[in-house]
């Protein structure tokens, strides 16, 4: 028997459980994880709200990032052993596969190798948001040396990310926060220019920054207000990503600067890089070559044991943590 968290019925934290479940053998294309570590994602807690693009069957399984040992290996399956290190890439939905449990199966597509020396917490933490980074930033954008990308909601996992992406390309990451206890935080992390919205004027500054040419690339999950702002701060054929929309406000459009600098405003989801297998196996490439050289280094914010699940999901959605939030296992 394996060990799972689940849900039977949504609602809080609270409702979260671990139930003991039949270990399934993998099948074809698939292997089967001895987990160590998960990483939480917001996309959980959707879920387990009954707010996500998907809706839950009870009792619902879940979670989408996860690291441990190949314990079996399914038919047609080249490259892994029984015994390999490996992480979970979220390359899947929680009614294909759910990895939050002690033994996981999931598609051999979607696991990739860790290299030496990174820890089963680092592991956990490192592949959904700098998956996420990739995709848009450099197999998108061709973010490179003496760039500048704006990073909205740059505390998160996936901002912090693209902050470690951007210094490793040689390019300048301008971070953009709205809480001030997480200034100090962002420079410890490695941000040499951090704005405050509601503190600081962000369209002068990051003009000051940029000596008046504008940033090349945003990368923004929020929108909302501040969003004209951001766009009137990029230059000539400026590149802007929306991945999310934390912002429930409405988002103006400065119409006039797009049209004379010819901006490009796109929607941009993680599936662009996880549905295409040229492109993931790009992304696994270039993370993992960071990971051994050591530039990429995920943020955890706090580990909580397995069992601790809810107060883990609590912490998640007070909005108070830097970085990623792991689950770890014996």
Same mark, same amino acid.
């Given at each position: 028997m394996a060990r799972a968290i689940r849900f039977h019925e949504t609602g809080g934290p609270e409702v979260l459980r671990i139930d003991e479940v039949p270990t399934s @053998?993998?099948? &074809? $294309? @698939?292997? *089967? !994880? *001895? +987990?160590?570590? =998960? $990483? =939480?994602? *917001?996309a959980d807690s959707m879920y387990r709200t009954g707010r996500y693009v998907i809706e839950p069957k009870f009792p619902a399984s879940f979670g989408y990032e996860a690291a441990g040992t190949i314990d079996a290996v399914g038919p047609d399956v080249d490259g892994f052993a029984i015994g390999d290190p490996v992480a979970v890439i979220p390359a899947f939905m929680f009614d294909e596969y759910a990895v939050f449990a002690d033994l996981a199966i999931a598609p051999a597509r979607a696991v990739v190798k860790l290299p030496a020396g +990174? &820890?089963? @917490?680092k592991a956990a933490a490192t592949w959904m948001p700098f998956t996420t980074v990739w995709g848009a930033l450099i197999d998108i954008a061709n973010l490179g040396a003496g760039d500048f990308v704006v990073l909205g909601a740059a505390s998160s996992s996936v901002g912090l990310a693209a902050m470690q992406i951007a210094h490793h390309v040689g390019a300048t990451p301008i971070a953009i926060t709205r809480k001030g206890e997480k200034l100090e935080e962002l420079k410890s992390a490695g941000f040499t220019y951090i704005l405050q919205t509601g503190a600081d004027d962000i369209e002068r500054e990051i003009l000051r920054i940029t000596d008046g040419q504008g940033a090349r690339v945003v990368f923004d999950p929020v929108t909302g207000p501040d969003f004209e702002h951001i766009i009137k701060a990029t230059c000539k054929d400026a590149i802007v990503? !929306?991945?999310g929309a934390l912002s429930h406000d409405a988002t103006p459009i400065p119409v006039m600067h797009i049209l004379g600098k010819h901006t490009t405003i796109r929607g941009y989801e993680f599936i662009e890089v996880t549905s295409d297998d040229s492109k993931l196996a790009r992304a696994k490439a270039f993370i993992t070559e960071g990971m051994s050289a050591g530039h990429f280094n995920a943020q955890i914010a706090r580990t909580f044991k397995f069992e601790d699940a809810v107060d883990a999901y609590r912490y998640l959605e007070s909005n108070s943590q830097f970085g990623k939030i792991v689950l770890t296992l014996e």
């Open positions: @053998e993998p099948k &074809s $294309g @698939e292997v *089967r !994880i *001895r +987990v160590h570590a =998960l $990483g =939480l994602n *917001r +990174v &820890s089963w @917490e990503f !929306i991945y």
